[in-house]
Each structure stands twice: as C-alpha cells, then as structure tokens.
C-alpha cells in the first residue's frame, strides 16, 4: 500500500470506517512508514484540537427571550392597533382619496382648457396692414370720412335757415324723405345724400340742402366734418304753408 | 424565566426522558420548554458562532432556532432524537442566514481569530486549574483551529462540526443534513484536509 493511498484513507481510518482488512493494511503501513506514522498523529491532533475547542457561554436570556416574543405575538391584537400598518391604521384614506383625486383632476383639466394666453402681439404683418388701411381710409372727421354726433362730437347747429324748396311748395302731398347731410369743417352742406323715401325728389330739393349753413360740429374743439340724417314730411311743408 | 438559572438533573437530561419532555412542551408547558431551551442552548451556540463566525449573530439565531422549535414541535414526529431535529434547524438557518449577508455583500464575516475582548470573555475555560501559559497557548491553538475553520467552505464546516465537535455519526448527519451518506463520507474526508492545509499554512510549526 502506498502512502499517497493511506494518506487518502485517513478519514475513514479515524472513523473506523474501513473493512477489517484495508484497517489492517493501513495500520501495518503507519507503523512501517515514520512520515505517515507522523502526518497521521498532526491529522488526529487537529481534529481533537477541534473537537476541544472551548464552547460558547450561555446567558441562559434565549428562552426568556423567546417567550416575550410569544407574548408579543398574543397580544397582537391589541399591539396591531398601534404597530398596524398605515393603510390599515386608516382604512377610510384610500375610498375618500380616489374621488377626492378625480375631483382635482377635473378642476385642473377644466383650468387648463379655459386658461388662453395673453393676446399676441401685433406681428410686423398686422401694423403694416393696419398701415395700409391708414393709407386707403381718409383722416376721420374729414368730408370723404365724417364723424356722428356723439357725447364728444357737438351736433352742427343751422345758422340760417333757407326758405323751403319751391318743389316742396308747388307740390304739396303726403310722403316722407330721408336724408343724410355731411357737413363741412367750414359749416358748408359737402353732401345730401337721398338714404330713403320718394326719391322722386327733383334736383332742386337737394340743391336748396346743399345751400344750407351750420355751425360746424367740433371734437375737443377742433371742428370736424359730422354727418346729420333728417326725415323731411311733405306733410310738415303742407302744414308750414 | 432564565433556562439558565435551571439546574438539570441527570436524569432530565437523559435521552429516555426527551419524549416527555416534548410532550409536555406540546402542551404548551412553559416551564418544560424552559428546560428543553436549558437541555440544547449550549449546542445551539457554540454549533452557530462555529458556523456564522459572529458570537452576537449566533445569539439572535438561537433565538429564532428556539422560537422555531417551539412553533413546529407538533410537526416532530420522533424518528430521530430531538437534538438532531434541532441540528437541522440550526444549521438551516444558519445557511440562510449566510446567504442573506451574501445577497447584501455583507463584507465578510468576522473572523473568530478577531473575535472580541467580549466575546473571549463568554468563552468557557475548559480547565480551570490550568497555568497562564497553558492558557494561552490553548487560546492561540483554539484561534489558529477557528482560524483554518473560518477558511472552509459552509458546507464542509457543517459537516466538520457535526461530526468532530458533536459527535454526529455519518448516519445521523446525512439524516439532518438530508443528504446521502456517500456525500456526508466525501465532505467529511474534504472538510479534515481543508482544516489540516488551513493550520498548517496559518501556523508555522504544528500545534
């Protein structure tokens, strides 16, 4: 038998493991063999050196440890109520936060869809549009663009008033005409325009509106072109006569 | 209630008396399981701070081995005896244990030969008549022996301390381990020339 061969077998031989015979061979080999003979001694002394290897003190502390933990866990009951954890703690949370986040969620959406920002500025295109516009329209308070009569813009006053068209007179009758007169800067009628009514009004009629004089209308003093309307009856002429 | 004020007679802690000792622990006899935690708590932590390396974590394991053996004692059938029924709980959860350190790369283990001034006085001198020099040459000898253990594998170092520090036969620790007895015989042979290359490389000159 080879020491290589015994030396694997120590274990077994430690144990009384082997067979009779193979427990014989090995003896026979440590007492022929002195370096077996010695590694053999060095392995059982290592394993003894183990097996006395000083134990652990006990504080004699585990079962009484263990039974708090065992009266912990009995009145769990009444613990849970403290350790619980937190949905358990509140169980009314959860329901009451679920419409409370679609409540908020409704706000915001409603929030959102209503929130329109500023209005844009005016981008180069608009002013110049604008621009344009200035350009085609004449000033306001002009005879080509005049004003109405407002709380700033005073109402031209007649200065003198001219005798009732002959048409008027030679041809009394019933009917009614609606005019508009524009009346200048300088007081002056710069236009009649004949907006509805008989318009079987003879060229005279008109001629006579043109002859009147105002006192022209002003806006924060300065005087501006007005537009008047009246509604001539030929009744009223009638009655005048 | 401290198991360890309780003082065991000879006949308590005989192995005829373990079935009545179980039973009345099943009854739920407080004072039964105190002498059963008194009967195993010295194998519970010396077999833990071999294997775990740390006499504190030892000391929290025991507890739960206990809490553990307690909850499943109805589910002990008495086919082998209580203390090797305990051997597997012990060491299932030390194995366990070590995983979750290693899931959590917990740095290593603290080596017994790093084992506290706390710790070393916990140790139980076994000789009180010996010399200082004596001591301390056994106290470097138990390092040296903690020391090549530490440098095993779980599984090897399971089977080592079963069988040389508690006295496991094969048979018994394939029972407890749930292995086969040709694998116990294998990492038995394994475990004694690991701890025989550990002490020879970490000591010089042999113990």
């Not at chain 1, 031989?13 to 063999?33: F, G, I, M, N």
């Not at chain 1, 030679?170 to 009614?176: C, Q, V, W």
């Not at chain 1, 005409?177 to 300088?186: G, I, M, N």
């Not at chain 2, 039973?23 to 105190?34: K, L, Q, T, Y």
Request: positive net charge; charged residues 25%.
């Amino acid at each position: 038998m080879t020491c290589r061969a015994v030396r694997h077998r120590f274990s077994e031989h430690r144990d009384r493991a082997l067979d009779p015979a193979l427990s014989a061979a090995v003896t026979a080999h440590l007492e022929s063999c002195p370096a077996c003979a010695r590694d053999w001694r060095a392995f059982n002394d290592d394993l003894d050196l183990l097996a006395a290897l000083p134990g652990v003190e006990s504080s004699g502390e585990i079962a009484a440890r263990v039974f708090d933990r065992l009266d912990m866990e009995g009145r769990q009951p009444g613990l849970s109520l403290i350790f619980r954890p937190f949905g358990a703690a509140r169980p009314l949370m959860l329901p009451s936060l679920v419409p409370a986040v679609f409540v908020l969620m409704a706000v915001l959406t409603g929030a959102l869809a209503l929130n329109r920002g500023p209005e844009p500025l005016p981008t180069a295109s608009t002013a110049a549009r604008a621009e344009a516009w200035d350009g085609v329209l004449p000033p306001s308070g002009t005879e080509s663009n005049p004003l109405f009569p407002t709380s700033e813009v005073s109402v031209p006053r007649m200065r003198s008033a001219e005798t009732m068209p002959g048409y008027l007179l030679d041809h009394p009758g019933e009917g009614t005409v609606f005019l508009e007169t524009v009346v200048a800067r300088d007081g002056s009628v710069s236009a009649v325009n004949v907006l509805g009514g008989d318009s079987s009004l003879p060229r005279s009629v008109v001629e006579a509106l043109r002859r009147e004089r105002y006192e022209p209308g002003r806006f924060r003093g300065r005087p501006v072109a007005v537009s008047i309307y009246r509604l001539i009856s030929r009744m009223d002429v009638w009655g005048t006569t | 209630m401290a198991s360890g004020e309780l003082a065991l007679s000879s006949a308590e802690r005989s192995p005829a008396a373990e079935p009545a000792l179980v039973e009345s622990c099943r009854r739920g006899d407080a004072h039964a399981f105190a002498r059963l935690v008194a009967l195993h708590e010295g194998m519970v932590l010396g077999l833990a701070t071999r294997l775990l390396g740390d006499a504190e974590e030892a000391r929290d394991l025991a507890q739960e081995v206990f809490l553990q053996v307690y909850r499943t004692l109805g589910r002990f059938e008495g086919r082998s005896s209580l203390r090797t029924w305990i051997y597997r709980i012990v060491v299932n959860q030390c194995r366990n244990r070590q995983r979750w350190w290693r899931r959590r790369r917990r740095a290593a283990e603290r080596p017994l030969d790093e084992i506290s001034a706390t710790d070393e006085a916990r140790l139980v001198a076994v000789s009180a008549a010996e010399s200082p020099f004596d001591r301390l040459a056994r106290e470097e000898r138990a390092r040296r022996v903690d020391s090549a253990l530490r440098g095993l594998s779980f599984e090897h170092r399971a089977v080592l301390l079963l069988r040389e520090v508690e006295g496991l036969s094969c048979e018994e620790m394939a029972a407890t381990l749930g292995l086969p007895v040709g694998t116990v015989k294998s990492r038995l042979s394994r475990g004694r020339e690991g701890l025989r290359r550990g002490l020879v490389s970490r000591g010089g000159e042999r113990p």
